[in-house]
């Protein structure tokens, strides 16, 4: 009863200056409207940034590095035991880039139940042959399939079909700088010469196009078996396995137990690419400080209005107080005029937030480097449309806070003697 | 008089204000108001009426001596019981008569009554429309208030005061802004309130005639009760 009383003379008073309230709603509206496009936007444009690096980058990669044995023969001598030995200009022996074992190792991570899917890979270091020059290459022998469903390869090839790999023998896919630094098209054939000296004659069934040209101007992608017959290698020859995680966040730490485990090298998707977070980091905390900035800002309407609205209605304070209304009633009265404005205003951003987002959405956006990409990005996380309801009420609530005390304060008595 | 009961007492009411040099505008005012009385406290400008009045009304605590309404005493209560206390018991009725110029005739009247939340609300606007006949301006029960006259927005601040059935009503000079007409009229109403509902009233005024119409005069001089 006494709270619906409030209520309704907050109503009042608030209508009595409608025009004013309204101003303030649409301060509020305007802001969260703000803070849930811009934080969709960039949400949006760091998940298409992400996405250009993680589709394209397993969670855990398992390889075998070349490198020298940490225990030299000295080591072992009974006489230099306790000594700290320096031997310099240590070099590798000669081992394989194979992966040992593959099919064990594929059968753990099969039961692996934290494990979405793996694929295997092949790298080969090569020579594009266009006439008499040789262009540095890296071909990718790959599981089509498997490197469909967990990497979204077909996704990236811009002209040819990706399972041509398969069913077309000798087969390759280039990217797309290279195809035209050698100038070839689809159908030509181009030659190409491993590190060990082999060549062979390879049919192009397609271009793909990462969206980075760093990798487009140097690799292309033929199936395992083309690569391994490249590389004169059986059919158990892989350098890699691409692991794909349920959660990414895991990833340091079953590399660290892959290590062990398979005695292979392992390294995660945070260590290979530790900068990438850090900028997705910056730009959403720039979306929240802009946001945060204009609902300040139009916190501070709402406490204009209040000021205004008690200097203003200081008799009908006095009153409520003489005929029984409590500093505590007075106070909330104001509070809830406060948390009208903002949650009108709060809503209706929100929903306008909604809309102004979609809009967005729908505006065509070409770029060559991002072929998958056909409009702006964004991201509808309710996340966004959360923290912005609870800021708007956060900022009304303070905005509110105060004039409403100052409200309460105020003495009848003073007020009555001042007319 | 000493088997009536009393309705209102001060007891050696003392007040001071501070600023910007310390005087003494109450000087141990005592007196105690009957059930049913009609009262007039008059004295010269500035000799203290008003402080007494919002004193005794609760509405300012910083005083020395004790007020007790209907035997409680009011020292030391909190701000929530203060204002119960206001809107259960005492009416009051100031020179201005502080409608609030949102609300209708009808629902100024009402808010006292709904604030006390006694009755439902269809209960409280029968017995507002009760008072504004009483009153007899029912007709403006629906009218804002910046639509009437000022000797009827005085009417409606009495049936405000009176919403309740309160134990005494207080008026500061409540006359005092009002025509030699509604004054009258005002008169008329407090001691037919007086008459008819045995209502007890304490009027601060200036005009004598009024006063003298009253069934007891307190008249007060620097801070103090001279007579009455
Ligand atoms: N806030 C204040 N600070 C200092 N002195 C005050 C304050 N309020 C009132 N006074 C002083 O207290 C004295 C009594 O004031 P009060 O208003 O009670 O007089 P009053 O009898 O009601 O006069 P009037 O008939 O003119 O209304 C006056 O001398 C006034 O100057
Ligand atoms: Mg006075």
Redesign the pocket.
Known sequence: MSFLLIIRIAFALLMARWKQTLVAAIGIAFSITMFITLLGFMGGLNDMLDGLLLNRTPHIRLYNEIKAPETQPVNLLPGYQQHYNFVRSIKPKNERLQIYNIAAVEKALKEDNRVIGFAPKITAQVFYNVGATDLNGLINGIDVAGENKLFLFSDYVVAGNSSDLNTIPNSIILGKGVAEKTFTNIGDIIQVTTSKGESRQLKVVGFFQSGIQEIDKVQSYASLKTTQNLMVETGSYITDLQVKLNDLTQAPAMAKEYEKLFSVDAVDIQTANSQFETGSKVRTLISYAVGITLLIVAGFGIYNILNMMIYEKMDSIAILKATGFSGKDVNRIFLCIALTIGITGGITGLIMGLGLSSVIDQIPFNTPSLPTIKTYPVNYNPYFYIIGGIFALITTYFAGYFPSRKASKMDP??II?GK | MSNATVILEARKISKY????LT?Q??NEVSFSVNAGEFIAVI????????????VLSTMDTDYEGNVFLKGENLKGKKDTELAKIRNNSIGFVFQFHYLLNEFTVIKNVMLPGLKKGEFSEKEVEHRAYEKLRILGIQDEALKMPNQLSGGQKQRVAIARALINNPLIIMG??PTGNLDKKNSDIVFNIFSDLCKDFNQTLLI?T?DMEFAHKTQRIIE?ED?KIISG
């Not at chain 2, 204000?17 to 910007?20: I, V, Y």
């Not at chain 2, 010269?44 to 009045?53: A, E, I, N, Q, W």
Request: aromatic share 8%; hydrophobic share 30%.
């Open positions: 008595v003073t003697r | 204000f501070h600023d910007p005087v505008v109450l004295g010269k400008s500035g000799c203290g009426k008003s402080t007494l009045l919002y500061d000079e601060v200036h007060m801070g």
